[in-house]
Nanobody, 113 residues
Framework: QVQLVESGGGLVQAGGSLRLSCAASGSIFSINTFGWYRQAPGKQRELVAG???????NYLDSVKGRFTISRDNAKNTVYLQMNSLKPEDTAVYYC???????WGQGTQVTVSS
C-alpha cells in the first residue's frame, strides 16, 4: 500500500513561515513526481507546487518567490517551505503522488491577519 503522511501545518501570523513534510512509503519514491495541493473551505483544490523525478519544479503564480518545493530521495520525503505567508494561504494542504489517486490525509495551515 502506498502511504503519504503530511506534517508541519499549524497556526502562524501573516508574514511568518512554515515547513511542510510529506513522508512516502510503499512505492519507489525516486521515480515519482509529487505535488502539494491545497483546498480552502468551499473552494476547488489547486496545485500549489510540483516536483518531478528529475527535480524540475513548478508553482502556482500566487506563491512564486514565497514557496519552495524540494525532495530528499534518501528520506523518501517531499517538503514545502512556505515563507511570507498570507491569510489567503489558509487551507488544508495535501501531498499527492503524480497524477494518481494516492493522497495524504492533509495538514491544516492557518494564517492569521
Amino acid at each position: 500500500q502506498v502511504q503519504l503522511v503530511e506534517s508541519g501545518g499549524g497556526l502562524v501570523q501573516a508574514g511568518g513561515s512554515l515547513r511542510l513534510s510529506c513522508a512516502a512509503s510503499g512505492s519507489i519514491f525516486s521515480i515519482n513526481t509529487f505535488g502539494w495541493y491545497r483546498q480552502a473551505p468551499g473552494k476547488q483544490r489547486e496545485l500549489v507546487a510540483g516536483i518531478s523525478s528529475g527535480g524540475s519544479t513548478n508553482y502556482l503564480d500566487s506563491v512564486k518567490g514565497r514557496f519552495t518545493i524540494s525532495r530528499d530521495n534518501a528520506k523518501n520525503t517531499v517538503y514545502l517551505q512556505m515563507n511570507s505567508l498570507k491569510p489567503e494561504d489558509t487551507a488544508v494542504y495535501y501531498c499527492r503522488r503524480g497524477r494518481s489517486d494516492y493522497w495524504g490525509q492533509g495538514t491544516q495551515v492557518t494564517v492569521s491577519s
